[in-house]
């Protein structure tokens, strides 16, 4: 294959000779940098065929259901690893020593409490305040407790902020919550596995000892790997964009938890389960699947359809095994949330306007279902997927500012606005 593409632009004397670059995995690439010279910027709203950046961290084969970490298939790693491990294999690129990863964990662990001075942020919010409104706040604020590590070309400031950030999102995510139900803040517990830490901070009181439920203790550990990265998404390269300005990686990863909020990308777990409830019977699915095919109706059905996935997302199976784990261990298996959930995902893999446009399940899907069932509230849902996702966002983060060549992003635009006019005195108008 050429190592070049040829562009003829009508009016453009000279053919444009646009370099190639190969990929491991997936499609090559047109480097249109210096495609401004033709007095042509290239048009692709939404990034549809856009390749933003180059990356060594995740690649998704949409066509066959492919997602790797670093080359490893989710499903080995959410069946064999642990997310901490996860962790340092998206930051580090490799599978950590069992003494790597003995000191990763190590540092994790003593950096998952905050500043006191945080727990005072809290009560500036109202009780009933979205949790990720108050995670987006707080998140945002910690760059104003860690003045020692803010040079982001200090790879030392960076790697300690990462660790930071993977340590303080369960603390911060379980304080939206107690919060959010007027409990006392629970500190973290540092003989307790990541997984379990997390679901301590969530429900345990100060009046009794908690026991850890190793069942749900797994799943969460699993739906955090299965969250963790997922290449260039929205909220991904939200980060990057932050990121490319300067911006500390504080501020970076609160504007990534802002876009990751919407109900399209990390906010469709949390509509998902509303859509299920409202769909509230098997026998009202079909009215659902109608409403979701007009295209008069803004309704869509929330955890289906994939910008990359044209195939079943492959976390979306894993996420329906460990759903099913979860029912059966509280006792739920007839959830009929659950049930209206596959009757929906079956008659919908069944009907031809999801079958011509190949829309699957996604990793939203299930999640729902399952969160609710270890007693997370529905607004919960995406702080815990903006949990999972911080090691993913700050290692895109990691390698876009470790990369010598990175610039500021700075997209431009197709302008079709009044072309140029004078100013019109108001009695002239
Ligand atoms: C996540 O990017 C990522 O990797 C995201 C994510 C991650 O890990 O970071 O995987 C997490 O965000 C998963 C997606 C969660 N969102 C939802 O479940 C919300 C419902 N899904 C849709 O909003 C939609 O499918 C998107 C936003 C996910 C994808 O949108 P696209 O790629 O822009 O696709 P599209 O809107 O152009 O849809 C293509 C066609 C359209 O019909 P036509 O205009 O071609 O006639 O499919 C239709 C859409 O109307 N369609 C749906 C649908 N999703 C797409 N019709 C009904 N229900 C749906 N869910």
């Keep these: 294959?050429?190592?070049?593409?040829?562009?003829?632009?009508?009016?453009?004397?000279?053919?444009?000779?646009?370099?190639?670059?190969?990929?491991?995995?997936?499609?090559?690439?047109?480097?249109?940098?210096?495609?401004?010279?033709?007095?042509?910027?290239?048009?692709?709203?939404?990034?549809?065929a856009t390749a933003s950046c180059e990356s060594k961290i995740t690649f998704i084969d949409g066509g066959k259901g492919v997602l790797l970490y670093r080359g490893y298939p989710i499903e080995q790693l959410a069946e064999k690893s642990s997310f901490l491990e996860v962790c340092y294999l998206l930051l580090k690129g490799e599978l950590p020593s069992e003494e790597d990863f003995a000191t990763f964990k190590h540092k994790v662990t003593n950096h998952t409490m905050v500043d006191e001075q945080i727990c005072k942020f809290f009560s500036g919010f109202r009780r009933d305040a979205h949790p990720m409104a108050v995670l987006v706040g707080?998140?945002?604020?910690?760059?104003?407790?860690?003045?020692?590590?803010?040079?982001?070309?200090?790879?030392?400031?960076?790697?300690?902020?990462?660790?930071?950030?993977?340590?303080?999102m369960p603390t911060l995510a379980a304080m939206c919550y107690k919060y959010s139900i007027g409990?006392?803040?629970?500190?973290?517990?540092?003989?307790?596995?990541?997984?379990?830490?997390?679901?301590?901070?969530?429900?345990?009181?100060?009046?009794?000892?908690?026991?850890?439920?190793?069942?749900?203790?797994?799943?969460?550990?699993?739906?955090?790997?299965?969250?963790?990265?997922?290449?260039?998404?929205?909220?991904?390269?939200?980060?990057?964009l932050a990121g490319s300005t300067g911006a500390n990686p504080f501020a970076c990863i609160s504007a990534g938890i802002a876009a990751l909020w919407g109900p399209a990308h990390g906010g469709a777990n949390e509509a998902?389960?509303?859509?299920?409830?409202?769909?509230?019977?098997?026998?009202?699915?079909?009215?659902?699947?109608?409403?979701?095919?007009?295209?008069?109706?803004?309704?869509?059905?929330?955890?289906?359809?994939?910008?990359?996935?044209?195939?079943?997302?492959?976390?979306?199976?894993?996420?329906?095994?460990?759903?099913?784990?979860?029912?059966?261990?509280v006792g739920d298996s007839d959830d009929p949330l659950l049930k209206i959930a596959m009757k929906l995902e079956k008659i919908a893999l069944e009907d031809e306007y999801f079958i011509q446009k190949k829309l699957y399940p996604n990793v939203d899907f299930y999640s729902g279902i399952t969160l609710s069932a270890m007693g997370i509230p529905t607004s919960m849902f995406t702080v815990i997927f903006a949990l999972a996702r911080t090691v993913g966002w700050i290692s895109h983060w990691n390698e876009m500012i470790g990369d010598p060549k990175h610039r500021i992003g700075r997209p431009r635009q197709l302008y079709t606005g009044p072309t140029k006019r004078d100013f019109v005195d108001f009695d002239k108008r």
């Design 1 to 48: 294959m050429t190592d070049s593409a040829i562009l003829d632009i009508p009016g453009v004397s000279e053919k444009l000779e646009l370099p190639i670059h190969k990929c491991t995995l997936g499609n090559d690439v047109i480097d249109v940098n210096g495609f401004g010279k033709s007095g042509y910027f290239t048009y692709d709203p939404g990034f549809v």
């Design 138 to 168: 707080t998140v945002g604020a910690l760059s104003a407790f860690y003045h020692d590590s803010l040079d982001i070309h200090n790879e030392e400031h960076r790697e300690i902020s990462a660790l930071r950030l993977i340590a303080k």
């Design 183 to 240: 409990q006392p803040f629970m500190y973290p517990q540092n003989d307790l596995s990541y997984a379990q830490n997390f679901l301590q901070m969530m429900f345990s009181v100060p009046t009794e000892d908690f026991r850890t439920n190793d069942v749900l203790a797994r799943a969460m550990d699993r739906i955090f790997t299965l969250h963790a990265d997922h290449e260039q998404n929205a909220s991904t390269s939200t980060v990057r």
């Design 272 to 329: 998902c389960l509303r859509m299920l409830k409202e769909i509230g019977h098997e026998d009202n699915i079909g009215k659902y699947i109608e409403k979701a095919k007009d295209k008069k109706d803004p309704f869509r059905l929330m955890g289906f359809g994939h910008r990359v996935y044209k195939n079943m997302d492959p976390r979306a199976a894993i996420m329906r095994s460990t759903c099913h784990e979860v029912l059966e261990a």
